[in-house]
């Protein structure tokens, strides 16, 4: 079940079930795929860094249980679809021989509102059930490099040029001078993305006593 206001996120359990102990977010979603696992240990990643980089709990023995959502993306590329699991977020931007994320258009939807150390999605939690958008549409070098370094702190928004939404499904066309980077994995030759959130696909454990 999707986090709730004013309740707090997952419940204690006296035995951890089978686990995996990753270190980034694609990994996660490469179990997914898989279907190997669902029950996960963090040693990195931006999910990790969204919970605060929690302590594990043992190997054998209570753990707090956290459920997260995961976005399904179906990857179009020269009439061919695929369909990956992003477990952070889908970032659409120039290729670098046309300026990269520094011109034209931006376009990023994230799961838990983590870039790169950066707060980007203030509102966003990984187990919420939406996808949460930030869309540039213009904006001048030096606006993109102070917002970058504001969004430590979360402090890029509002701004006039910054838009902010939240959704449960999106099919985004891709330009052929856009890249499409899925939790830092690039695709090239994307014509559209189709994205969906999968509410509570997946669990975390922790160290018991670690309220979020």
Not at 9 to 14: H, K, L, N, P, Y
Not at 67 to 91: M, Y
Not at 185 to 199: A, E, F, K
Request: hydrophobic share 40%; aromatic share 6%.
């Amino acid at each position: 079940m999707t986090i709730k206001k004013n309740h707090e996120w997952g419940v204690e359990i006296d035995l951890c079930p089978p686990f995996i102990k990753v270190r980034s977010d694609h990994e996660i979603g490469l179990h997914l795929d898989s279907k190997t696992c669902n029950c996960f240990v963090l040693d990195g990643g931006s999910l990790f860094e969204s919970l605060g980089n929690p302590q594990a709990p043992p190997a054998i023995g209570p753990a707090r249980s956290l459920p997260f959502d995961v976005i399904t993306v179906v990857v179009t590329q020269k009439n061919f679809e695929h369909t990956v699991t992003a477990v952070n977020d889908i970032f659409i931007r120039n290729k670098w021989r046309h300026g990269g994320w520094l011109k034209g258009p931006l376009f990023v939807v994230t799961n838990t509102g983590i870039r790169q150390g950066r707060q980007i999605a203030t509102r966003a939690h990984p187990n919420d059930g939406h996808l949460d958008v930030i869309s540039i549409a213009t904006m001048n070098v030096r606006q993109r490099l102070l917002g970058w370094s504001k969004a430590k702190l979360g402090n890029h928004i509002p701004h006039p040029k910054v838009q902010v939404s939240r959704a449960t499904h999106l099919v985004v066309p891709v330009d052929a001078t856009q890249t499409v980077v899925i939790d830092k994995c690039r695709y090239d030759h994307v014509t559209r993305i189709s994205l969906t959130i999968v509410p509570d696909a997946a669990h975390v454990l922790i160290a018991t006593g670690l309220t979020l």
